[in-house]
């Protein structure tokens, strides 16, 4: 039991930077990004063709992450210079991901059993603390400069942020490509971890993101941006916390666990929804009972 929760927490900490990219996207610029799917593979074969050609892990997952800042930027011009749909730009950059993954990796999957990995010397639990910490630092430090403000506002209104002269489309195209680069960075962390970079790893990989973020605040809440992506992180963690758990069923199976994942974001969503309702209906209810009761008392005052 104790392994297995101890297995969640690396997990949930290699995820967190996926989660922080999907915030990115979800959270600040208000856009359906399905590049993630592919991009998370992309981080890993990349890091899994160099460093089973001999080159430092380090290297590796840096050249990773700049893969998925490409593949992020692609999808920002589809959508900013080729008008296309935001929705369908992503699905079109994940469908052509599929190919290109199978380019670079020349086959379904690639081992890196018996390479040196990032996890060769540093165990991920003492590795990847450290660097979700630099990350979240870099992010939140990088969202208070004046081109991270002009992020944030361009997610809340485009027109307005357009008004004071800003080119959204840039600050899209930015967005997108951070995003995607921190997506593709925890696929290499993942790929290292794991032992092997496979073409099918980066399925639903949005919606665990996305079941990462909306737990997050849902338990821990995000009133500003620190708060927001630390909820992020945490929530990955609690994610894969559960997702442990759930498989501990005696009638699960390993088979359920995109079943598992739905059921977590349903109920993430609908949970502060029928809270947020029943708060309403009380506040709406208490604000009937004073104007009853102000109404009596002047009844009363005006008889007497």
């Excluded at 359906?32 to 799917?37: A, F, G, I, N, R």
């Excluded at 699905?91 to 060769?120: D, Q, Y």
């Excluded at 630092?137 to 027109?159: C, I």
Aim: glycine residues 10%; aromatic residues 6%.
């Amino acid at each position: 039991m104790m392994n297995s929760l101890l297995g969640a927490v690396e997990s949930g900490l290699i995820y967190a930077l996926m989660a922080l990219g999907v915030y990115i996207t979800f959270r600040i610029l208000d856009f359906p990004d399905l590049t993630v799917d592919g991009s998370f593979t992309t981080g890993g074969a990349i890091a899994a063709v160099m460093i089973s050609g001999g080159s430092s892990p380090w290297i590796a997952s840096i050249c990773a992450m700049l893969g998925g800042f490409v593949a992020g930027a692609v999808t920002g011009l589809l959508h900013t210079k080729g008008k296309i749909n935001g929705l369908l730009s992503g699905i079109l950059m994940m469908i052509a991901l599929h190919s290109i993954n199978m380019r670079i990796m020349n086959s379904p999957n690639v081992s890196l059993l018996g390479e040196s990995t990032v996890f060769e010397s540093i165990k991920p639990l003492v590795l990847m603390p450290i660097i979700v910490i630099l990350v979240k630092v870099l992010l939140d430090l990088f969202l208070r400069t004046e081109l991270g403000l002009a992020l944030r506002a361009t997610g809340d209104n485009q027109r307005m942020i357009r008004s004071f002269g800003t080119h959204t489309d840039n600050t899209i195209i930015l967005g997108l490509s951070l995003s995607n680069g921190l997506v593709a960075l925890s696929g290499a962390f993942i790929a290292q971890q794991s032992g092997f970079a496979d073409i099918s790893s980066g399925i639903g990989m949005i919606v665990i993101g996305l079941a990462s973020v909306i737990i997050g605040e849902a338990i821990f809440g995000a009133r500003t941006v620190f708060f927001a992506t630390l909820a992020a992180v945490l929530g990955s963690i609690v994610y894969r916390m559960v997702v442990a758990l759930a498989l501990r069923i005696e009638w699960m199976e390993q088979t359920d666990l995109k079943l598992i994942t739905a059921v977590i974001v349903v109920f993430a969503l609908v949970v502060p929804t029928v809270r947020r309702s029943w708060k309403q209906k009380g506040l709406a209810r208490k604000r009937t009972l004073e104007i009853v009761s102000g109404a009596e008392q002047k009844q009363i005052g005006g008889s007497l």
